[in-house]
């Protein structure tokens, strides 16, 4: 059965397995203890430490182990917002950040502080001057990812870290996604990842703060990894996310080549196989085993049951397959349609054929999905204009059942003519316009209403 969700969890590299297994029989003892069986356990971490560090970039005593990825971006936020109180309680984030770190941003503006979230393009990427123009002189902290967990899109670290360096505020950098392809551009002040991301075990996370850069750890001090990480490590998986880590390191290159071919077939087919879809993320600046598309009419959640049934793993960003029943922050922040969204990133080792064979089922299942809702592409509308503006009524309704709707009744009125979509469902926000825009249509705007939000469309084709 194909797994095509790397960027969520990564299966577990045979590297990883292998020192996992074998750390339990070595590493089980306090590596802070002076007995043999300390000892050896802490030479494990050592060594552990030292090929991390080389991975990151940096030097081993910059580098701590902690119990996650989120654990690492909570407590790399906090602790340089606390050693730099003195210069301000002012963060700089993307709008597209991991949601780790919009929670970190969260809780500093409930304690009084202030954030500020830079735009992001359609494909996901922030501009440079625009970060840079955000930087304040009570900026405490600026944290940008170098590519992101549901689109795929680069971002320019490089030109961000010269802002920040100009201005004097430390960069943190979220390399969850790139670190096993590479070593991230170089300026940042403060690196955090997490190993279940490239093959390691879950669990393990990498937070490197390098020397001068003003931290201060939130809670209670603890002796172990220089107060940073308390509590006794899980040494067994620090050793296999090392191991694994140096390992896909060294295959990068040749899985980067293979895979973004793989990836960039699905670009290519995708819109020539399923009418009414949209691509998203940056189609060059991009990691190389993602990508993304949202197809109109579908209902997300059933989508991805149906590859599911068909023996294909993949993942989404449409808020009817979330708990929040929100559309996922990334896609609201590109304004790209979230509806039957469906993240596909491949791990490595993916072959040809599986590729080749989620294109087959694809279009089939879409169909499917689309007939079952009721739904059908573009042209479902037929011209026979009766009226010169309408009002649809899809209060309750959640997406895409607003845009089905709005579908099947354009062709009622003239070119020229208005339909108003009332709607509670926050999904209609981004899904209208990103309807007209694929369709030819024109986006009037939006206007509270009685219940929920009226979207008016005009006619144009």
Request: proline content about 7%.
């Amino acid at each position: 059965m194909p797994y095509f969700d790397a960027a969520s969890a990564a299966p577990l590299h045979p590297v990883a397995r292998q020192a996992l297994l074998a750390a339990l029989d070595e590493g089980w003892a306090d590596p802070a203890r002076l007995y043999r069986e300390g000892r050896r356990a802490r030479l494990l971490l050592d060594a552990a430490r030292e090929a991390a560090a080389e991975a990151v970039g940096c030097r081993p005593d910059e580098l701590v182990f902690t119990p996650s990825g989120t654990r690492a971006l909570h407590d790399g936020i906090a602790g340089a917002l606390a050693g730099r109180r003195r210069v301000g309680r002012h963060l700089v984030v993307s709008a597209v950040e991991h949601s780790a770190v919009l929670h970190s941003a969260e809780a500093l503006s409930a304690a009084g502080g202030t954030v500020t979230e830079v735009a992001v393009d359609r494909t996901g990427r922030v501009a440079a001057d625009a970060y840079a123009a955000a930087l304040r002189p009570d900026t405490a902290l600026a944290a940008l990812q170098s590519a992101n967990h549901e689109v795929g899109t680069e971002q320019p670290v490089v030109e961000v870290a010269e802002a920040c360096r100009a201005a004097g505020v430390p960069l943190l950098v979220d390399a969850a996604q790139s670190l096993g392809w590479g070593p991230v551009a170089p300026g940042w002040s403060l690196l955090t990842a997490s190993a279940h991301k490239w093959g390691g075990p879950s669990g393990v996370g990498l937070l490197a703060v390098r020397k001068g850069v003003r931290f201060a750890a939130r809670g209670p001090a603890d002796e172990r990894e220089w107060g940073r990480a308390p509590g006794f490590p899980d040494l067994p998986a620090i050793v296999a996310a090392a191991a694994s880590l140096r390992a896909v390191r060294a295959e990068a290159a040749e899985e980067d080549a293979r895979l973004r071919r793989l990836v960039e077939r699905v670009r290519s087919r995708v819109p020539e196989l399923v009418p009414d879809v949209e691509v998203v993320g940056d189609p060059e600046r991009r990691l190389p085993h993602l990508v993304t598309f949202s197809c109109l009419y579908v209902d997300g959640e059933t989508l991805l049951h149906a590859l599911d049934r068909e023996g294909f793993s993949v993942s989404s960003g449409s808020s009817c397959t979330s708990s929040t029943l929100r559309p996922s922050h990334v896609l609201q922040a590109m304004g790209v349609l979230s509806e039957g969204n469906v993240r596909v990133s491949l791990p490595r080792g993916t072959s040809a054929q599986d590729v080749e064979g989620f294109l087959e089922v694809l279009p089939r299942t879409v169909r499917a999905v689309r007939e079952q809702l009721g739904a059908s592409p573009t042209g479902t509308s037929v011209p026979s204009a009766t009226t010169d503006e309408l009002v649809v009524d899809s209060l309750g309704k959640r997406c895409p059942i607003p845009v089905i709707e709005l579908a099947k009744v354009i062709g009622n009125v003239p070119v020229g003519g208005l339909v108003t979509v009332l709607s509670d469902d926050e999904a209609a926000r981004l899904d209208v316009p990103a309807w007209c825009g694929m369709t030819g249509q024109e986006y009037v705007g939006e206007r509270p209403a009685e219940r929920g939000v009226a979207y008016t469309v005009r006619r144009r084709a």
